[in-house]
């Protein structure tokens, strides 16, 4: 009989922690514990008390809202006469995707503050009173498991205020620390509006300035589609986004009720009212900042003709500015124009791919085709060629002739249009100094705007060859045709073998070396092809025939990457074990312990950010420094697309790499991004400046 009774109660107490007293309990999967800093109780205090969560990782608790599934926890009180206890408030949670579901919840651990109040009547019947809270709870990952536990904290009691209150360090130091995650109202000036659309609503959050990201959390259950992603509008003066109505909402709401959660941590709970979101947007400067953000291009594209990924266009460019400097003054123009316009063309062609795949619901940024092994592969085999050429291989004008037409004719403007678009391309993977913000913000606006900076940036790019070609007089100084530019060509042909090389190591990370050996067949192929142009130069049957083998020297490496391609372990934290990958749950980790993350966004195709890594980061006096300041060190690899990288940039307003963020250890500061271009000085400074802010932040409190 016994028996019976045990083995249903073993059972329970496996799927459910038992009550017991105490001021904190270990139970499945988490540790809860009732925190009550004052260490004395006396007439009219007030005080905040809280319940303290501590969760095994990929397990979680609920927000007051659970979502698609789950219960918030609860407490029931037992107070001595004369104290009272406020409803349990509930910090922002987070998404918390479970298959096809979505709960809003926490994880790792979280706070509930409660305000605690004494009445002024307050008489104890002895030296200590006894704070008793009931506490049930539902912990959950693939299974949930329900809890409960009673948790009392014993304080001395006193009849009148002490001249001096004390304090339970830890319990003080955990509520500093947790509390500042509460959601506030909604300032005065700051608006909630909603429109409803075919599908939900278009919520607009008017804070006044640009805000780069949010994310909505509904008070009210059975309004939205929880899963449903919410696509982010940034406006001039706030934030909007689309909401996707739950299917079974028969009639639109007369508000929204819930938290909206910005970039920067910043929570506040919103009513929001039916308002005409178009009207929102138009009030504040639509255009407001343009003109900054364009000359900021325009500056970054002339920066980026000093950058390393740019310098074998300038040889190219170098050379055939000496082959015409004895022109007539507008054929140097016109070619100008020309190579201008290569450099436009190609920009528009690749900003307008970006869009329409980026409105697909494509996670892209600058620099995406890059995350192509194909496209780098194609890439590397046009330099490569090139390459041949103007190493003395063979002429790529003369062989596509029959009828054996000047060199400089063939070469003409054509020569100087594809120039254009090649500088293009190979500065594509760089990220001059003041180009991350241009981009950031042209890519988070609307297409006109996009096209707008992109050809400032287009121009400034094209700017430094535009203006000598428009100055025949600085042309004079350059020296008169010879035989020591035939010389000159072949010297070109290093900085493009040079390309080509970092180009394979790209491709060897993206694709894999089973991949590679393609890729290294096709090089050979093209070497075929550039001996039979070099040998039959201007026949027919010879150009064919080169042109077939330059076929299949290009469908070799792709038909490698999609039969022998593999995914690569990610290099970037490889070479480096201080660097741990990139997630943002981790940044969130390292956070709530109060430590500051060093975020080093890169990818194996950025030049700058491989200089950058091997100069500066990896220095031992800025190492020192990370290391003594408690840094996390996180390295987000963006060689091959990644999603959930490319979101995290666009919240630091940014869409490409080289990018650097430092996220100080308080969670509700918000984070600071780094220049493209880094010194020690830079970094050394910045790590300084987020401890000297940490430091005053710890004696506050």
Same mark, same amino acid.
């Given at each position: ?18 009550? @017991?007293?105490a ?10 514990q ?14 905040? /008390?809280?319940?303290h ?53 926490? !994880? ?17 019947a ?8 009931? +506490?049930?709870?539902l912990v959950?990952?693939?299974?949930? =498991? ?8 014993e ?15 830890a319990?003080?130091q ?31 959050i ?13 008070f009210?259950? %059975? ?11 940034p406006?001039? %003066?706030g ?39 178009? #009207?929102?947007? /138009? ?13 900021l ?43 201008t316009?290569?450099?436009? +063309?190609?920009?528009? =062609? ?26 780098? /592969? ?59 913000a ?32 428009f %100055? ?31 180009l ?18 096709a ?18 049957? #010879? ?35 201080? @660097?741990?990958?990139f ?20 990818a ?7 200089? %950058? ?9 800025v ?12 390295r987000?690899? @963006?060689?091959?697309?990644? !999603? ?28 600071q991004?780094?220049?493209e ?25």
């Amino acid at each position: 009989m016994r028996a019976r009774i045990l083995i249903p109660l073993l059972c329970l107490l496996m799927f459910a922690s038992a009550a @017991w007293s105490a001021p904190m309990a270990t139970t499945t999967h988490l540790t809860v514990q009732l925190v009550v800093p004052p260490a004395e109780i006396y007439p009219s205090q007030s005080f905040t /008390a809280g319940l303290h969560f501590k969760l095994e990782p990929g397990w979680h608790v609920y927000w007051i809202n659970a979502g698609d599934s789950g219960e918030p926890p609860r407490i029931h009180w037992t107070l001595p006469d004369g104290i009272t206890a406020d409803a349990m408030q509930f910090p922002a949670p987070k998404r918390l995707p479970l298959g096809p579901l979505m709960d809003f919840g926490y !994880e790792d651990e979280v706070l509930f503050p409660i305000a605690m109040q004494v009445s002024p009547t307050f008489k104890p019947a002895t030296d200590s009173v006894t704070l008793s809270a009931k +506490v049930d709870w539902l912990v959950c990952r693939e299974v949930c =498991i329900p809890g409960k536990a009673v948790l009392d904290v014993e304080r001395k009691a006193l009849a009148s205020p002490p001249s001096s209150p004390t304090f339970v360090d830890a319990d003080q130091q955990l509520i500093a620390r947790l509390q500042h995650t509460l959601p506030q109202p909604l300032p005065a000036g700051m608006q909630a509006k909603f429109s409803p659309t075919a599908t939900g609503f278009t919520l607009a959050i008017l804070t006044g300035k640009r805000e780069s990201a949010a994310q909505f959390f509904p008070f009210d259950q %059975n309004q939205l589609a929880n899963p449903a992603p919410q696509a982010v509008t940034p406006l001039e %003066n706030g934030v909007a986004l689309s909401l996707k109505k739950d299917e079974n909402l028969q009639q639109n709401p007369n508000r929204l009720h819930g938290l909206v959660v910005l970039a920067d941590g910043r929570a506040f709970e919103i009513n929001a009212v039916p308002g005409t979101i178009a #009207a929102a947007e /138009a009030s504040g400067s639509k255009f407001a900042g343009l003109a900054k953000v364009a000359g900021l291009a325009f500056l970054g594209g002339i920066i980026l003709n000093l950058m390393p990924c740019v310098f074998p266009v300038l040889f190219i460019k170098g050379l055939s500015l000496v082959q015409s400097s004895q022109q007539e003054r507008h054929k140097l123009r016109a070619h100008g124009w020309v190579y201008t316009l290569g450099i436009l +063309v190609s920009f528009w =062609i690749v900003v307008a791919l970006l869009l329409v795949l980026r409105a697909g619901g494509r996670q892209l940024g600058w620099g995406f085709q890059f995350q192509s092994p194909s496209f780098l /592969a194609v890439i590397a085999l046009l330099l490569f060629f090139l390459g041949l050429s103007l190493a003395g291989m063979f002429e790529i004008g003369l062989s596509l002739t029959s009828k054996g037409s000047s060199l400089a004719s063939q070469h003409g403007y054509a020569g100087s249009f594809f120039t254009g678009v090649l500088a293009m391309v190979v500065a594509t993977p760089c990220t001059a100094p003041f180009m991350g913000a241009a981009i950031g913000f042209a890519l988070s606006r609307s297409a006109f705007v996009s096209f707008f900076v992109f050809t400032a940036l287009a121009l400034g790019l094209a700017a430094p060859y535009l203006l000598l070609s428009f %100055n025949p007089a600085w042309t004079r100084l350059l020296p008169r045709p010879g035989a020591w530019m035939e010389v000159l060509k072949q010297a070109t042909s290093i900085p493009i073998f040079a390309t080509v090389i970092w180009l394979v190591w790209v491709f060897a990370q993206s694709a894999g070396t089973n991949a590679l050996a393609g890729l290294l067949a096709a090089f050979l192929l093209l070497a075929v092809a550039g001996w039979i142009l070099g040998r039959w130069p201007a026949k027919g049957a #010879a150009t064919a025939a080169a042109a077939v083998v330059v076929i299949l020297a290009v469908a070799l490496p792709i038909f490698a990457v999609r039969r022998l391609g593999a995914t690569p372990t990610s290099v970037s934290t490889a070479n480096n074990s201080q @660097w741990e990958p990139f997630s943002p749950a981790l940044v969130d980790k390292y956070r709530a312990q109060g430590r500051p993350v060093f975020v080093d966004f890169t990818a194996s195709w950025c030049l700058s950010c491989q200089v %950058n890594e091997r100069v500066i980061l990896n220095r031992a006096d800025v190492q020192e420094k990370l290391r003594n300041g408690g840094f996390a060190l996180l390295r987000a690899d @963006w060689t091959n697309a990644d !999603e959930t990288i490319t979101q995290t940039l666009n919240t630091l307003g940014r869409s490409g790499v080289p990018t650097y963020a430092i996220y100080p250890g308080s969670p509700q500061e918000p984070p600071q991004v780094l220049p493209e271009v880094l010194t020690p000085g830079i970094v050394l400074d910045a790590v300084d400046k987020v401890q000297q802010k940490q430091a005053s932040l710890n004696s506050g409190h």
